[in-house]
């Protein structure tokens, strides 16, 4: 099995920066692709980021230059550093893996529990 670990969330006011942590551990041969979404009260889970393993980033429109992606693969863990924070940022925040167990198999998906950003005017 395969756990995934968020920290870093909370209240923050508009103009601020909040840093996301996903620690990933487990049963775990390799890591692909990793990333984050979000969800707002009522509203689908949006993609926020993604990261291959070669570091290849990508990022939903409404958070372009403004939040920043990374990983460390030694710790198997991705970061979501986001500045300049907006009220509409707020959501609950949740990490994704693809992991695989051992060679011998495809990538499964995982996510976190989820972590609430809050951030008011």
């Known amino acids: 099995q395969v756990q995934l670990v968020e920290s870093g969330g909370g209240l923050m006011q508009a103009g601020g920066s909040l840093r996301l942590s996903c620690a990933t551990s487990?049963?775990?041969?390799?890591?692909?692709?990793m990333g984050w979404y979000r969800q707002a009260p009522g509203k689908q889970r949006d993609l926020v980021a993604t990261?291959?393993?070669?570091?290849?980033?990508n990022y939903a429109d409404s958070v372009k230059g403004r939040f920043t992606i990374s990983r460390d693969n030694a710790k198997n863990t991705v970061y979501l550093q986001m500045n300049s924070l907006k009220p509409e940022d707020t959501a609950v925040y949740y990490c994704?893996?693809?992991?695989?167990?051992?060679?011998?198999?495809?990538?499964?998906?995982?996510w976190g529990q989820g972590t609430q950003v809050t951030v008011f005017a």
């Open positions: 487990g049963s775990i041969f390799s890591i692909n692709d």
């Open positions: 994704t893996a693809k992991v695989r167990h051992t060679i011998a198999v495809g990538y499964t998906t995982y």
């Open positions: 990261i291959t393993s070669g570091g290849k980033t």
